[in-house]
T-cell receptor
Framework: EAQVTQNPRYLITVTGKKLTVTCSQN?????MSWYRQDPGLGLRQIYY???????DKGDVPEGYKVSRKEKRNFPLILESPSPNQTSLYFC?????????????FGQGTRLTVV | LAKTTQPISMDSYEGQEVNITCSHN???????ITWYQQFPSQGPRFIIQ???TKVTNEVASLFIPADRKSSTLSLPRVSLSDTAVYYC???????????FGAGTRLFVKA
């Protein structure tokens, strides 16, 4: 089954403790992206990747890092999480030809930073 | 990237046709219009995409006028399970940056 898998689905952590949210897709997609969703603000793009070792900033990259060492994986790293990064995070992937406007989304990771 | 404007919310009853309109006055020549559906605590799901005139699939229809400055997502005979947030996006295929607006929260009542 074609899917984008995020782990963990839920995470509660403390301020400053580094964490990684993993994202994996099994569709051999070149394009992957991370979003955060906050009430009243919709989905905002954090980072995206066009292929292995190629990444770029979205609209809200501050406080986040990403890496794309393998085509199927695109982890999101929070080096020093803060409470304002409490949010619902989504990873998405698509073929490079369609890019970001038509993508498969994961089920989401709800992160709480206390 | 063209900015989009949608109604914040809409109510409907089961069995009715629902039309959600999205304004995108600054749409570029190469841009396509895409609609997503999102249920609570789930990731958005692609519904339909079009460039001009009308597109129809098993889920919805998308109407795009000649000037392409707006589009209308049409959901035929909605059911309770169509209660969700619907997002309109405008962008070029192969484009990497995306902007989701606030979406339209559709509530279907029995």
């Amino acid at each position: 089954e074609a899917q984008v898998t995020q782990n963990p689905r839920y995470l509660i952590t403390v301020t400053g403790k580094k964490l990684t949210v993993t994202c994996s897709q099994n569709m051999n997609h070149e394009y992957m992206s991370w979003y955060r969703q906050d009430p009243g603000l919709g989905l905002r793009q954090i980072y995206y990747s066009m292929n292995v070792e190629v990444t770029d900033k979205g609209d809200v990259p501050e406080g986040y890092k990403v890496s794309r060492k393998e085509k199927r994986n695109f982890p999101l790293i929070l080096e020093s999480p803060s409470p304002n990064q409490t949010s619902l995070y989504f990873c998405a992937s698509s073929p490079i030809a369609t890019g970001g406007i038509s993508a498969f989304f994961g089920q989401g990771t709800r992160l709480t930073v206390v | 990237l063209a900015k989009t404007t949608q109604p914040i919310s809409m109510d409907s009853y089961e069995g009715q046709e629902v039309n959600i309109t999205c304004s995108h006055n600054n749409i570029a020549t190469n841009d396509y219009i895409t609609w997503y559906q999102q249920f609570p605590s789930q990731g958005p799901r692609f519904i339909i995409q079009g460039y001009k005139t009308k597109v129809t699939n098993e889920v919805a229809s998308l109407f795009i006028p000649a000037d392409r400055k707006s589009s209308t997502l049409s959901l035929p005979r909605v059911s309770l399970s169509d209660t969700a947030v619907y997002y309109c996006l405008v962008g070029e295929p192969g484009g990497f940056k995306t902007i989701f607006g606030a979406g339209t929260r559709l509530f279907v009542k029995a």
